[in-house]
């Protein structure tokens, strides 16, 4: 049976679980989000099983995601699973969310299962990551992934779990990230330490980095996806005053090459 993974990173941890899902399930195509909304028109994937692997954005699907599940059309697709990558709580009012908008979408399909995959968090903006947690964290995903390869190969349908306080809590959070996201990276500044490399334009996975006169200039269409952020290799890119003495993190299996290539570069 063929699957077809679509993937969303920003710093690697949602395309981290995509490869070790593929390595499991056998005749596996990775394709990313981002890429596959370069072309207008609806998406319609050739594939017996379909998954959605995505981050959790403040208790809801990344801008882009949810852009891409109003696109495509399911209806003949046999599984629909997805697939959330947190550092917190909040991953059952995501899935009820991206299974509303494919049940309203092109092909009237939603999701037959949704899991999530603890990781270390990456939003450098408002807390820091410790390395002792982080590889913790990230031998506990690697079971988790091992389960739920095991579910998906077996086409085990699972009901998607109410949590009146992560709905209520979306429904507090989200919509202000949604109406700012885009914006948001006007509070990104660049110091001295930019040696011009070129790498935080290569990573942003929207295309949101122009460089100027040797420095990043961003376009705001941003997805806050810290890649830009938590990559510069002289950390000379800041979110606040705050950022500066916080440790950078990417999954350590998932490098720049790796994430040029979900940009398209």
């Known amino acids: 049976m063929k699957t077809l993974l679509y993937y969303f990173t920003g710093t690697g941890n949602s395309l ?20 596959a909304m370069s072309t207008p028109g609806p998406i319609i994937p050739d594939a017996d099983r379909i998954g959605i692997v995505s981050p959790l954005y403040f208790l809801g699907l990344p801008s882009i995601v949810a852009d891409f599940s109003r696109r495509i059309d399911l209806s003949g697709v046999g599984y629909v699973f997805s697939v959330i990558t947190l550092g917190g709580v909040g991953e059952t009012s995501a899935l009820r969310q ?19 995959v603890r990781m270390p968090g990456n939003y450098i903006i408002s807390y820091d990551q410790k390395k002792e947690s982080i590889e913790k964290t990230l031998r506990d995903a690697d079971r988790r992934i091992e389960e739920i390869a095991g579910d998906v190969k077996a086409g085990v349908p699972n009901t998607i779990s ?67 952020i938590q990559l ?14 916080r440790e950078r993190y990417h999954h350590p299996s998932i490098g720049v090459e ?8």
């Open 16 to 35: 981290a679980v995509t490869k070790e899902l593929c390595s499991r399930l056998g005749d596996c195509e990775r394709v990313a989000i981002a890429s």
């Open 98 to 116: 991206l299974d509303g908008i494919l049940g309203e979408g092109p092909g009237k399909r939603g999701l037959d299962a949704g899991f999530a």
């Open 162 to 228: 109410w949590s009146p306080l992560a709905s209520i809590l979306h429904q507090f959070y989200y919509p202000r990230f949604i109406r700012s996201v885009h914006e948001a990276d006007r509070k990104f500044t660049v110091d001295d330490r930019c040696t011009a490399c070129r790498t935080c334009a290569e990573v942003c996975p929207v295309g949101n980095i122009r460089i100027e006169k040797d420095r990043p200039v961003w376009l705001h269409h941003c997805e806050q996806c810290m890649a830009c």
């Open 232 to 245: 510069c290799p002289t950390h000379a890119i800041q979110a606040g005053e705050k950022t500066e003495a």
């Open 258 to 265: 790796a994430l040029k290539e979900q940009a398209g570069k």
